[in-house]
C-alpha cells in the first residue's frame, strides 16, 4: 500500500440517511419528529437542540427531516430548512429567512397564496427595521420607514389568520447558528421573536447554547440565557454517543483501511492497550473520529510496510 486511497477518506459532513449511521441518533431523531409532528401547539413552538461544534446536530436535523416527510401525507408537516450562515449583512439575512418560509409553502395557487403573498410582503417591511432586536414585538413598527397602505402588524394578523386555516403544520428547521456573528445571532432571534411567532409553525433550532448566549448577552438588558429563555419553548441537549458505539465506529473504519496489514503489524493486543490507556480519551464526537480516520488514511500508505498499527494510530491521535 504505497499510494493514497482517495476511497479511504470519509467526509466530514452531515449525515442523510438513519439507517447508513452507526451512532445512536437516529432513535433520537426519530421521537423528535414524531413529537413535531403530533404536539405543535396552535399557538407555535419552538425548540432548540444544544450542543458543541462537530457533536452531529446538522445531522439531526438531516434525520428529523427525514422521519417528518416519510409520514402520511395527513400527518406530515411542511419542512422550511433555513441556513442563515449561507447569507451575509443583517438585511440579507432577514430577508432570506422570511423568503425561505415564504416559498416553503409553495408556488402558484392554492390555499397558502395569500400567506405567502403577506409574508413576501412582511419580509419588505421587517428589513427595513433599524435595530429589531432591541424592541419588543408590540412596539416593532413604529420606528418603520413603511408604505402607508401596510403595517407590520396588519400582515402579522393577515399571516396568522391564515396560518390557523391552514389543514398542515409548518416546521422551520434553521441550522450553523452558531456560525453567525454576533449581530447576525441578534438578528436572527430578533426577527423570529418579535415578528416571526406565527401560529401552527415551529422552529426547530440547532446550535451551541454557550456561544449564542453569549452572543446574545446584554440584548435587552439581560443576560444572554435569559434572552433564550424568553423565545425557547423547549431546550433539547444533543444525546451523548454511546461509548461503545464510538469505539466500534472507530474500530470499524481502522479495520477498513488497514484490511490489508500483515497480523505482525496490526498487533491488536498492543492497540487495545493504547486505546484503553490514551487514544479512547481523545475520541468524544462522531467529528473526532473521522479526523482521525482521515488523518490516518491520508499518510498511511507511505509507511505501512514499516510501521506498526496501534504506533501509527497513537501518533496520529496525540
Request: proline residues 5%; charged residues 30%.
Amino acid at each position: 500500500m504505497s499510494d493514497i486511497d482517495v476511497d479511504m477518506l470519509l467526509p466530514d459532513s452531515p449525515l442523510d440517511d438513519p439507517d447508513a449511521y452507526a451512532l445512536n441518533f437516529a432513535p433520537f431523531a426519530k421521537r423528535l419528529a414524531d413529537c413535531v409532528s403530533e404536539m405543535i401547539p396552535v399557538a407555535g413552538l419552538v425548540i432548540a437542540i444544544n450542543g458543541t461544534w462537530g457533536s452531529g446536530k446538522s445531522t439531526i436535523l438531516n434525520f428529523v427531516d427525514h422521519y417528518l416527510r416519510d409520514l402520511d401525507e395527513d400527518k406530515a408537516p411542511i419542512v422550511v430548512r433555513f441556513n442563515p450562515w449561507w447569507f451575509t449583512g443583517r438585511e440579507d439575512l432577514v430577508l432570506q429567512f422570511f423568503d425561505h418560509l415564504q416559498r416553503g409553502l409553495g408556488n402558484g395557487e392554492g390555499e397558502y397564496k395569500e400567506v405567502r403573498e403577506a409574508l413576501a410582503r412582511l419580509a419588505g417591511l421587517v428589513s427595513k427595521l433599524p435595530v429589531p432586536y432591541l424592541k419588543e414585538g408590540g412596539d416593532i413598527a413604529k420606528d418603520l420607514l413603511k408604505p402607508k397602505w401596510e403595517t407590520v402588524p396588519g400582515l402579522k394578523e393577515k399571516i396568522a389568520n391564515g396560518l390557523k386555516g391552514l389543514d398542515r403544520r409548518v416546521v422551520v428547521m434553521i441550522d450553523d447558528i452558531d456560525r453567525l456573528d454576533k449581530e447576525e445571532i441578534r438578528v436572527l432571534f430578533g426577527a423570529i421573536k418579535g415578528v416571526a411567532d406565527f401560529p401552527n409553525v415551529c422552529y426547530l433550532m440547532a446550535f451551541d447554547r454557550g456561544l449564542v448566549a453569549h452572543a446574545l448577552a446584554d440584548v435587552q438588558c439581560r443576560n444572554g440565557e435569559d434572552y433564550l429563555a424568553k423565545i425557547i419553548q423547549v431546550p433539547i441537549p444533543l444525546p451523548t454517543p454511546l461509548r461503545t458505539a464510538l469505539d466500534n465506529f472507530l474500530v470499524s473504519e481502522l479495520n477498513r483501511i488497514f484490511r490489508e496489514t500483515s497480523e505482525e503489524l496490526l498487533d491488536e493486543d498492543r492497540f487495545r492497550s493504547f486505546y484503553t490507556q490514551g487514544i479512547r480519551h481523545f475520541i468524544r464526537t462522531s467529528r473526532d473520529v473521522l479526523r482521525l480516520v482521515n488523518s490516518i488514511a491520508f499518510s498511511y500508505g507511505a509507511v505501512s510496510d514499516d510501521v506498526k498499527c496501534p504506533d501509527y494510530v497513537a501518533a496520529k491521535s496525540s
